[in-house]
């Protein structure tokens, strides 16, 4: 390992902005080995972390933080929280609200499938996933799959949204898909956010917490995985839904067929 990834890390464990439960503060080893256990900030992020009521909004794979702090600063009376496992990542994020002193960010370092633990019921208004991995081929693992989205439906709030911005052609059909295999009520569908679609997306209102400023954030706020992309020409993605769902989520009819060209590039670009 790096001195400057080792420094980062030792930086990481002085910002207070950022919260890095070990395993064995998430996991229920003496029930079950894998079974997740609740978080003592679990329900209480408003009260305890926040100090306030204002909405909270969650960003899964965040990466250096970029969108997080960007919803931030554009949305002072929302609190943003933006998960990772990779903490050389988070330090950039971390560091930067620690530095300009943003009391409406937080981030958490650790796996997306310990998210039960950390979120309680109706805690949270809205999530984003930005350029998340498409999980080619695993569905289970597909942060906009049946297995996820029932984990989102036990913290988000009724009407609560999920936002998915990506390259991936492949997670964005089947995430559309997937909402209207199991009628979820599609807010806004986006083939080519920066092309096409941009005009048609102005005069929306894609947040419910965020309003018209969430029109802004979504061509103005730009991840570093999305810069990159753009770059090299990819088109980007959206596509946001409210997750309210009776009974379990149905996977949708898939042909995996029409995405094998993607499948074989899925990982040609490597950013670290």
């Keep these: 390992m790096g001195k400057d990834k080792l420094r980062k890390f030792r930086e990481n464990e002085t910002f207070a902005c950022l919260v ?16 997740v256990k609740d978080h003592s900030l679990k329900g209480r992020w408003a009260r305890d972390f926040f100090e306030n009521d204002n909405p909270i909004v969650v960003e899964l794979g965040c990466g250096k933080g970029d969108y997080t702090i960007g919803l931030a600063l554009n949305n002072p009376d929302v609190n943003f929280i933006g998960i990772d496992i990779k903490g050389a990542r988070l330090w950039k994020g971390a560091k930067y609200a620690t530095e300009h002193n943003l009391r409406n960010v937080a981030f958490i370092r ?3 499938e310990f998210i039960t633990a950390l979120f309680g019921e109706g805690e949270i208004s809205e999530i984003w996933i930005t350029f ?4 080619i081929g695993r569905e289970k693992k597909r942060l906009t799959g049946p297995l996820f989205l029932e984990r989102y439906r036990s913290f988000l709030k009724k009407g609560g949204i999920v936002h ?12 559309k898909a997937m909402a209207e295999q199991n009628s979820l009520e599609i ?4 083939s080519d956010l920066y092309g096409r679609d941009r005009e048609s997306l102005k005069h929306s209102v894609l947040s419910s917490v965020c309003g018209e400023k969430s029109v802004e954030a979504l061509f103005n706020v730009q991840t570093f995985y999305e810069k990159h992309f753009l770059a090299q020409g990819y088109k980007i993605t959206y596509l946001s839904f409210r997750i309210d769902h009776d009974g379990g989520y149905l996977s949708p009819e898939w042909d995996e067929d029409l995405y094998k060209e993607e499948n074989h590039q899925a990982f040609a670009i490597q950013v670290h």
Excluded: F, V
């Design 20 to 35: 890095q439960p070990s395993a064995d503060e998430l996991l229920d080893r003496e029930n079950g080995g894998g079974a």
């Design 110 to 112: 650790t796996r997306i």
């Design 187 to 190: 807010l806004a569908c986006a």
């Design 164 to 175: 998915l911005k990506t390259d991936s052609p492949y997670l964005h059909h089947y995430s």
């Design 132 to 135: 998340a991995d498409p999980q």
